[in-house]
């Protein structure tokens, strides 16, 4: 690295990374567009911005998750070729980590290619202004939660007896099992038969609970010193409220916690490894279920004459989530009441450690409110479709 490069890359970051104005990014760019030497010092500090992230409790996943919310496409191709070239540098993060490398490749990532790739058909300055919008974001990124295995191994072994983290302990190649759940919820999105729908999701939740009991047991048997673990899902944009509610009933019914983090768009769920995979699926799947079920009672309604669409929508998905809430908090309430009494002690220490792993995580929690539920008929029309959505082979609610 010459002198003359690093001294191009710091005017440009002086210019352009500290300040928010365009005039400021339009300089900063164009000292980085006449100097083509400089273009490895400023990959370089890119993957410094990178591991700085990950220092502050960022994930890949997160990161790919705030650019794509706050950026845009060729942004997105950048951070996951940045992300790809760091990554043989970095220290082993373990299975989940793995995995959201790997699905970088469906995003763009190309390997660890020294140098993330220039966008096809831009010139110079472009590219170097979308660089510098990329590192403006990075480096301003807050500090957020650590929740990987080393930093939960340090934090505390509630129900442990030590050695092996969460990630370590309870994490492993993916059973068959999980891939029937996987297979019959992907059959249940699919099909257009309201009928088999049901029957699919009723077999994924049976097998989902089933899964959990035996992951317990097998822990207990083998002696494992296994923690909780924690992971972020994604509560997209529109009607992030109510999302957020299901997503923490889902949570909840599957021995889990949700803290919902509204400014970044995620929720941070705490729980075993084998709850939390069943929480992502079956939050997945329901909002799959919900859409469908929304497109298909707003075309009714409009039908009818009405045209308040974002009320109506509101309205629905908050009945969703209430309902699909409170049924899943009656079914798990009834496998609990249906276990032997051998198995509720084990299930009652895994609940004390996912509770203390949150409380060390977010030592203060706050309860959203959900707000503009004004539309009657959404709610009526929500509230039909959750008992539609057969999450457990019972009854539906009166």
């Not at 790809?84 to 995995?99: C, L, S």
Request: net charge negative; glycine share 8%; hydrophobic share 45%.
């Amino acid at each position: 690295m010459s002198t003359s490069t690093s001294s191009t890359v710091e005017r440009a970051f002086r210019a352009a990374l500290y300040a928010t104005t365009d005039d400021a990014l339009d300089t900063g760019a164009s000292l980085l567009a006449a100097d083509p030497a400089a273009d490895a010092e400023l990959d370089r500090r890119g993957q410094e911005f990178v591991a700085n992230a990950w220092r502050r409790g960022w994930q890949p996943a997160d990161a790919v998750r705030i650019v794509r919310r706050e950026l845009d496409d060729v942004h997105l191709r950048l951070v996951t070729a940045l992300i790809r070239a760091q990554a043989p540098h970095d220290r082993p993060r373990g299975p989940r980590w793995t995995a959201q490398l790997d699905a970088l490749d469906a995003l763009g990532g190309t390997g660890a290619a020294p140098v993330p790739p220039r966008p096809p058909r831009t010139d110079r300055f472009s590219h170097a202004t979308a660089v510098l919008e990329l590192y403006r974001l990075l480096l301003r990124l807050p500090a957020l939660e650590p929740l990987d295995e080393a930093a939960a191994g340090a934090a505390g072994s509630a129900g442990t007896a030590g050695g092996a983290g969460p990630e370590e302990g309870d994490r492993r190649p993916e059973s068959r099992m999980l891939g029937r759940i996987r297979a019959l919820l992907a059959k249940a999105e699919a099909t257009g038969f309201p009928e088999e729908a049901e029957a699919l999701t009723a077999k994924a939740q049976e097998l989902m609970a089933r899964h959990s009991v035996d992951e317990a047991l097998l822990a207990v048997r083998a002696h494992a010193a296994t923690a909780p673990d924690a992971c972020r899902i994604g509560v997209e944009a529109p009607y992030e409220q109510t999302k957020a509610v299901l997503l923490d009933a889902i949570a909840t019914a599957n021995h889990c916690r949700a803290v919902w983090n509204e400014p970044l768009g995620f929720s941070t769920v705490v729980g075993f490894a084998a709850d939390l995979e069943a929480v992502e699926l079956l939050y997945t799947s329901l909002l799959v279920q919900a859409g469908t079920a929304m497109t298909k009672a707003e075309a009714a309604q409009k039908a009818g004459g009405r045209k308040r669409t974002k009320t109506f929508r509101q309205s629905f998905l908050a009945a969703y989530a209430h309902r699909v809430g409170a049924r899943l908090a009656a079914a798990a309430e009834g496998r609990t009441s249906g276990l032997s009494d051998d198995l509720l002690p084990v299930l009652a220490s895994r609940d004390v450690a996912v509770t203390e792993r949150l409380d060390r995580l977010f030592p203060e929690t706050t309860t959203s409110r959900l707000r503009g539920m004004s539309d009657a008929a959404g709610w009526e029309e929500g509230a039909r479709a959750a008992d539609d959505a057969q999450v457990e082979a019972r009854r539906r609610l009166d």
